[in-house]
């Protein structure tokens, strides 16, 4: 997969770039900020592929797909955006690179072939779950923030209504009944 880093991310930069459903694209300034996490990923996905069961790789996948969704917030990105861009990669790795690794070494058996397909497929659920989760925290602490901010303005409101309103009743009080 390693040697193979290039192409997928070249082939992932251009099915992002042409897909109409990921517009937040159209913002970014360069290729890195489009890139940022991607050959990361393929790293953390090689070691993974080499040791499956070890909790130390999977916690790698999460721990940069967090920052990933992170990274993305703060780029404008929707989270359905976040999602597609998941999903390119599972079809660019779990199709044309595992096709070509097959190609490559004849004794891939289908055994092996689809641990391997499953093991693609569970990173990239993982990246999605854990990206989206991220999102949503962002999401949800900048709504908080909003939320402050408009209750310090109601509250301001308030106060300055507050004098108003009493100088209000304070003249009628004051008239004299007829």
């Known amino acids: 997969m390693l040697a193979q880093r290039e192409e997928i991310v070249g082939g992932w930069l251009r099915a992002v770039e042409q897909n109409p459903d990921i517009s937040a694209v159209d913002h970014l300034k360069d290729t890195e900020e ?3 996490h991607l050959p990361e990923l393929c790293q953390n996905l090689a070691e993974l592929l080499k040791s499956p ?8 996948v999460s ?4 920052v990933h969704g992170k990274y993305r917030w703060r780029q404008g990105y929707r989270l359905e955006e976040v999602i597609r861009e998941a999903s390119i990669v599972r079809r660019i790795i779990s199709h044309n690179w595992l096709d070509a690794y097959a190609q490559k070494v004849p004794k891939l058996d289908g055994g092996t072939r689809r641990a391997a397909e499953n093991i693609i497929h569970q990173a990239v659920d993982d990246v999605i779950s854990d990206s989206a989760e991220q999102f949503v925290q962002e999401q949800l602490k900048a709504t908080s923030h909003l939320n402050s901010q408009l ?3 109601l509250a301001e409101v308030r106060h300055q209504k507050g004098p108003a309103d009493a100088a209000k009743a304070m003249n009628k009080r004051k008239r004299p009944s007829r």
């Open 63 to 66: 721990r940069a797909a967090r």
């Open 53 to 60: 069961q070890s909790d130390q790789n999977r916690a790698r």
């Open 34 to 36: 489009l890139l940022d």
């Open 151 to 153: 209750a310090d303005a």
